[in-house]
């Protein structure tokens, strides 16, 4: 049987329209599309750069001259606490809760322990460059015992969007649900929408070209 040139041409095309959308898709999801970061208030930055570093930021210096430095960041290296579990206002602090962190096995690096916590102590008084006046990190009881921290504290949760203080409730969870839903159809729907018209449109292509070439046999 004698095979045409273009069907020699177009054969390859649909192998190269999945690789192409595996490949579209691995790249979308790899690119830290659920990052994110938020102002807090009171000079404070919210921000998320992978599922151990959930940190927040204070502005430093003058009104002239200020920028901002990471006050609560756990180290992936050292394992000395892990990500921002919970932060709470009160008039003159900013507190802070972090998660634990653990090595699992032979792991390189650790990884969040829900298990234990640590807390800090923020003033929401803007520091100068050479003074560090955060409070870190404490265990429970010191924690508690600090003068600064009240008997009743109401954490916020460390998301993208505003949440209400101590809002732990099933309600909360189907409102988070609901919000991840919303930015995951925003964000990742173009980016798989858009291949699937892509590869629907060249095999269409490809399909006519190959009836074409049948047919001119």
């Known amino acids: 049987m004698k095979i045409s040139y273009l069907t020699l041409r177009t054969k390859p095309l649909k192998h190269f329209l999945v690789g192409f959308l595996a490949?579209?898709?691995?790249?979308?999801?790899?690119s830290g599309w659920n990052d994110f970061q938020r102002d807090i208030g009171h000079g404070f930055v919210l921000w998320k750069a992978s599922s151990f570093h959930v940190c927040i930021d204070q502005r430093v210096g003058s009104s002239d001259r200020s920028f901002?430095?990471?006050?609560?960041?756990?180290?992936?290296?050292?394992?000395?606490?892990?990500?921002?579990?919970?932060?709470?206002?009160?008039?003159?602090?900013?507190?802070?809760?972090?998660?634990?962190?653990k090595r699992s096995g032979n792991d390189e690096y650790f990884t969040r322990d829900t298990a234990r916590e640590h807390f800090f102590i923020l003033p929401k008084k803007t520091p100068q460059h050479d003074r560090q006046s955060v409070i870190k990190p404490l265990d429970r009881d010191e924690f508690y015992g600090n003068p600064a921290v009240p008997t009743?504290?109401?954490?916020?949760?460390?998301?993208?969007?505003?949440s209400s203080p101590g809002d732990e409730s099933d309600t909360s969870l189907?409102?988070?649900v609901i919000t991840w839903l919303v930015a995951f159809l925003i964000v990742v729907a173009?980016?798989?929408i858009w291949p699937?018209?892509?590869?629907?449109?060249?095999?269409?292509?490809?399909?006519?070209?190959r009836n074409k070439s049948r047919g001119s046999r």
């Open 68 to 101: 901002y430095t990471t006050q609560v960041c756990g180290d992936i290296n050292k394992g000395d606490y892990g990500p921002v579990s919970g932060y709470f206002f009160t008039d003159t602090h900013l507190l802070v809760r972090t998660h634990g962190a």
């Open 152 to 162: 009743d504290i109401q954490w916020q949760r460390p998301t993208r969007f505003y």
């Open 174 to 176: 189907i409102i988070d």
């Open 196 to 209: 699937i018209i892509f590869f629907w449109a060249a095999w269409w292509i490809y399909k006519r070209v």
């Open 190 to 192: 173009p980016i798989v």
């Open 23 to 30: 490949l579209w898709s691995a790249c979308s999801l790899a």
